[in-house]
């Protein structure tokens, strides 16, 4: 990948060569939030963290292999978005900032219970992925981590207990699958590389991990811990397309 051989051509000649910039679109998990809580009657906020956002680890990462390395993180995650107001608002919040990587990351906000919804969403990814492309930025596509499977004990709130109730059902009744599998396919038609998160959550659970309490409002926001798989898994992604 380009970003990666700059990053190279910067390692040799730190006087002359340029630092890269990458850039991550995508939602709260991108923005870097954890719990929920009610701040008033009918009025909830999250708690934005974003020392712990899977970025900032990624930066951790590149900062560690490429310890003399410019790299400019654009963090454009904006709590409660999607892949449809994304494409409106990529030209502006990314691409004017002429990122040689941007790491799309959609599917969480994305996801309802009908064709439309799928086709809704993989409309709004292509549309990205075009812009971007067009722009001159290589492209990762990264999953999402999964949503809750059961309703935790620790929900006792009834707003957050009923969105808990509609995530597990997109989860277990196979929607949220058919969005993330179109958007693979989707991927593949374009020659984008998927980061695929979700299939690493998918085997946890799979092998018995309970992946609700992985969440840390126990319903769609990955523990700090989790979100480190996001940062390791991109770099091993660049390093594998880059091969």
């Known amino acids: 990948m380009k970003v990666l051989q700059k990053m190279q051509v910067k390692a040799n000649d730190n006087f002359n060569a340029e630092g ?9 998990v991108t923005q870097g939030c954890f719990e929920l809580y009610k701040k008033g009657e009918n009025q909830y906020e999250t708690i934005f963290e974003k020392r712990n956002s899977y970025e900032r680890y990624f930066f951790d990462i590149l900062s560690v292999i490429f310890p003399s390395v410019t790299v400019n993180i654009i963090n454009a995650g904006i709590s409660g978005d999607n892949a449809t107001r994304g494409a409106v608002r990529v030209d502006n919040d990314v691409i004017r900032h002429a990122p040689d990587l941007t790491v799309v990351c959609y599917g969480l906000n994305d996801c309802g219970f009908d064709d ?3 086709r809704r969403y993989t409309k709004a990814l292509e549309t990205i992925f075009d ?7 290589d492209i990762i596509f990264m999953t999402p981590n999964m ?6 004990p620790h929900l006792t709130d009834a707003n957050f207990i009923s969105v808990a109730e509609e ?4 989860q277990n009744d196979g929607f949220f699958d058919a969005h993330i599998d179109a958007a693979h396919e989707l991927c593949k038609s374009k020659g984008i590389p998927i980061c695929d998160c979700y299939s690493l959550w998918k085997a946890l659970y799979s092998g018995g991990v309970d992946t609700t309490e992985l969440l840390i409002n126990k319903i769609n926001h990955p523990t700090p811990d989790m979100n480190k798989l996001f940062a390791y898994e991109l770099v091993r992604t ?3 397309e880059s091969v």
């Open 131 to 137: 812009k971007l492309s067009a722009a001159g930025s």
């Open 238 to 240: 660049i390093f594998k």
């Open 116 to 118: 439309n919804s799928v």
């Open 147 to 152: 949503m809750n499977t059961k309703i935790s």
């Open 167 to 170: 995530c597990a059902k997109k």
């Open 20 to 28: 890269v910039t990458i850039a991550f679109l995508g939602d709260s």
